[in-house]
Structures are given as structure tokens and as C-alpha cells.
């Protein structure tokens, strides 16, 4: 077996071990719980991703008194996509998980591609969400940009070939700056400076070289996400209207200034049509937040937020 057969068999053995599927009255569901105690936060991914994009883009988030409630949407990873290819079929596939689960109310974080589903989620259940974080979130009808080559380029091709994603995998532990300039040129807005100015910073801190890592990883293998990620590009397309004003939670929505993946008007128009929200700009910040300078920032913001709105 050569060195990339090794990889993928060793990334789907570790995918598979650190969850847990449970059959729904919607379908079987991949999930994994971190925390032992504390509200639940239930994080609803973007794509391309899995349960595992939490630990990828939302580590900060352990350990803070709360148990992080992580799944797998329809498509991605051992979620088989019939389970709810929409938005609201989604939506109610996460209130069918909690039930199984014996949850009674979530927190929900809803990151980018994500967002959709949160903000229905929000709206079919109102009393079993206590609050709502929408981070780099879709909330419009969103296409691949075709002013951005590389994400056309990434979207289009490289995200569905698992060979492309070992090298980078490997890259991302070889030369983690390669990576880390690729993904700032492809998900910000930045000028060329600022560019460089944000790679350097992020070279001097681990814990941002580890979210190169991982984010990755995150994305890989292709073949246990590409129906995920392909459903969500043909359901992003045929966004009209999101039912932002029906949302009873408290809203913080969380959105880089110079995201080039999700336009920051996204989160201005949501956070004027939903009731009780709060929007929080991240100046320079892009679609990947984790590798923003100021992270610590915006892991208080939510983690304040959380506190505040806990139901105890």
C-alpha cells in the first residue's frame, strides 16, 4: 500500500473512532459530544466538513463549561445525504438528533454554509434553541465568486480529489505557511501587505499553525464529503429568502470585515432582520477566524454571549 492509500485508510480509521452514530426518527446521524457538563452548544458546520470541523476551526471552544454537541450534515462523512438534502429538512434532522439524544434545548453555532440550516432550525424550534451564534454565515443566495480564481479552481476541482488533499495535508505539517498564504489569498479581501503582515503572525503561534493543520484535514478524505459539499452548492444557489425575522433566540452574529467568501453584508442584512441580535465586526478578519489575530477576542465575545444566555 503506498504512502497515499496509508493516509486516507488512517484518516477514515480516526474519523470513524472519535464518533458515534445514532438512528433518528429522520435517519441515522454522525455525531460526537465534547464536555462532560454544562449547556449544550450544537455546532452546525460549513462545508466542505463533518462533526470534526469543530475540533478543526472551534477548538477554542472546549472546556469552557459547555458540552459541544457536534454532527455531521447530510453528505458528509457516515450522514447519508437522503437523510434531508434542504435547508429545513436539516433543520429538522438536528431537532430529530437531540431528541435521540435525549436533549432537551441547544445552543446552536452556525458557521458559514451552516448558516441556513441554523437559522431554520431557529425558526421551526423555538423552544429548543436558547441562543444563536451565527459565524461567517451564509444568509443569502451564495455562488462560487467569479471574480475569485482560486475558489473556482478549489470548488470546481481540487476539493473532490483526494490526491490534492493528501499533498496538502502533508504541506500543512511540512510548510504550514504555504498553506496558511493560500488560504488567506483564497477566503480574504486582504491586500497584498496585509497579507503578508497576518502570515507572519500566525507563523509565531502554534495554536493558529495547529488550525492549518486541521483544517486540512477537515476536508479530507474527498469522498466522504464530496455529496455533502455538492448538495450545499446547489442548495446555496436557490436561497430566496431566509426567515431571519421569525428568530425569538439572542443572536450574536460574528463576521470578518474583509471575508471574501461570504460577503460582511450578509451579516449587516441579518443582523437588521433579526429580533434581539448583536453584530460583532472583526476588522481585517476573514472567512477562517480561528487564524484571525484577534481570536482570543472572539472567543470571549461567544463565550460571554453563551454565558449570559444560559439557561444554567
Not at 469543530?54 to 455531521?72: E, N
Not at 441562543?131 to 455562488?143: G, H, Y
Request: glycine share 8%.
Amino acid at each position: 500500500m503506498n504512502l497515499y492509500l496509508k493516509w486516507k485508510e488512517a484518516l477514515k480509521k480516526k474519523l470513524f473512532a472519535r464518533s458515534t452514530i445514532v438512528d433518528t426518527r429522520k435517519g441515522p446521524v454522525e455525531y460526537a459530544i465534547d464536555g462532560d457538563s454544562g449547556p449544550y452548544v450544537m455546532v452546525i458546520h460549513g462545508g466542505p466538513g463533518g462533526y470534526d470541523q469543530t475540533s478543526a476551526l472551534f477548538s477554542d471552544m472546549l472546556g469552557k463549561g459547555f458540552r459541544i454537541l457536534s454532527w455531521s450534515r447530510p453528505g458528509y462523512l457516515r450522514t447519508p445525504l437522503n437523510d434531508g438534502a434542504t435547508f429545513t429538512e436539516q433543520a429538522d434532522l438536528a431537532a430529530a438528533l437531540i431528541d435521540s439524544l435525549g436533549i432537551d434545548r441547544v445552543a446552536v453555532l452556525g458557521y458559514s454554509a451552516g448558516g441556513p440550516s441554523a437559522v431554520y432550525f431557529s425558526v421551526r424550534y423555538p423552544d429548543r434553541i436558547w441562543a444563536l451564534i451565527l459565524e461567517c454565515a451564509v444568509t443569502r443566495r451564495w455562488r462560487i465568486s467569479p471574480d475569485n480564481i482560486e475558489e473556482r479552481i478549489y470548488f470546481g476541482w481540487l476539493m473532490y480529489d483526494d490526491a490534492f488533499l493528501w499533498t496538502a495535508d502533508a504541506a500543512a505539517h511540512i510548510a504550514p505557511r504555504l498553506i496558511g498564504m493560500s488560504t488567506i489569498e483564497m477566503e480574504s479581501s486582504l491586500d497584498w501587505q496585509e497579507q503578508m503582515r497576518l502570515i507572519h503572525d500566525i507563523m509565531k503561534d502554534k495554536r493558529r499553525i495547529n488550525v492549518l493543520k486541521n483544517l486540512m484535514k477537515s476536508m479530507s478524505p474527498a469522498e466522504l464529503r464530496k455529496d455533502g459539499m455538492k448538495n450545499d452548492i446547489a442548495q446555496l444557489r436557490r436561497i430566496k429568502d431566509l426567515p431571519m425575522n421569525g428568530i425569538k433566540a439572542p443572536t450574536l452574529i460574528i463576521h470578518g470585515t474583509d471575508d471574501a467568501d461570504v460577503s460582511v453584508r450578509d451579516a449587516q442584512l441579518a443582523a437588521e432582520r433579526i429580533p434581539q441580535s448583536e453584530l460583532y465586526l472583526v476588522p481585517g478578519g476573514f472567512h477562517v477566524l480561528a487564524l484571525a489575530d484577534s481570536i482570543d477576542q472572539i472567543t470571549e465575545k461567544r463565550i460571554s454571549f453563551l454565558q449570559r444566555n444560559s439557561p444554567g
